[in-house]
C-alpha cells in the first residue's frame, strides 16, 4: 500500500497512538487548495483556512474536534452583488485505528487527513440561496438597478387598468355617433 501523503490537513498522531486518554491541540493554518463549493457560492482556492484541532486517543482510534474558520465568496441571488460569508463549523470524527465498518475515517500509518471532513462540513454550512441580507429587495423588474441602493425607487405609474377598459366603450360610442 503506498504511503500516505501528507498535505497541510494532515496531523501525525503518532504520540498518540494507543495510549487512550492522551489529549493534544494541534493548530492548521493553511489555505483552500481547490474550490470548495458552487458556482453560486464556495471557498475559493487560496482562501485562508484556520483550524483549531483537539486529538484525543481512544481504544479504537483517536477522536478528532476542530473549530474551523474561513471565508466563503458569492453572490447574492436576488441583486448579485458579490457576498463574502464568514465560515465557523465545529466537525467531530473518530479516526480508527484499523478497518471498521463503524468508522468513516482511519489513521493511516501515523496520520490522520482532516481534509474531507473539513471540506464536507464546511461545504455543507454553505446556504443554497445566498442573500447580502435577508431582506434584500433584488433588482427592479422594470430597469435593473439594485433597490437597496435606491430607496423609494419607482417607475412612473403605470395607465390605471380601470382607464384603458374604457377604451373600446369610447370607441364604440364614437362608432355609434357615426351612424346617427
Ligand atoms: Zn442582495
Ligand atoms: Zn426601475
Known sequence: MAH???????????????????????????TAPEGWGNAVIGVRE????????RLESLHDGILVSADVSTLAKGECVRCLIDVDLAVEVEIQE?????????????????????EPVVRDAVVLS??????CQDD?????PQCGVRLLD????????????RWSA???????SQDDKEKR
Not at 46 to 53: D, K, M, R, S
Not at 136 to 140: A, E, I, N, Q, S
Not at 166 to 172: K, N, T
Open 4 to 30: 500516505p501523503k501528507k498535505t497541510p490537513f494532515t496531523l501525525d498522531v503518532v504520540d498518540l497512538i494507543h495510549r487512550p486518554g492522551e489529549l493534544r491541540e494541534r493548530v492548521i493554518d493553511t
Open 46 to 53: 487560496g482562501e485562508p483556512i484556520h483550524v483549531a484541532a
Open 126 to 131: 454553505l446556504p443554497f440561496q445566498p442573500v
Open 136 to 140: 434584500c429587495t433584488g433588482l427592479c
Open 94 to 114: 473518530v479516526f480508527a485505528y484499523s478497518h471498521d465498518e463503524a468508522f468513516d475515517y482511519e489513521v493511516h500509518e501515523t496520520l490522520v487527513d482532516l
Open 150 to 161: 435606491h430607496p423609494g425607487h419607482e417607475h412612473e405609474a403605470p395607465v390605471d387598468p
Open 166 to 172: 374604457l377604451g373600446p366603450l369610447a370607441e364604440l
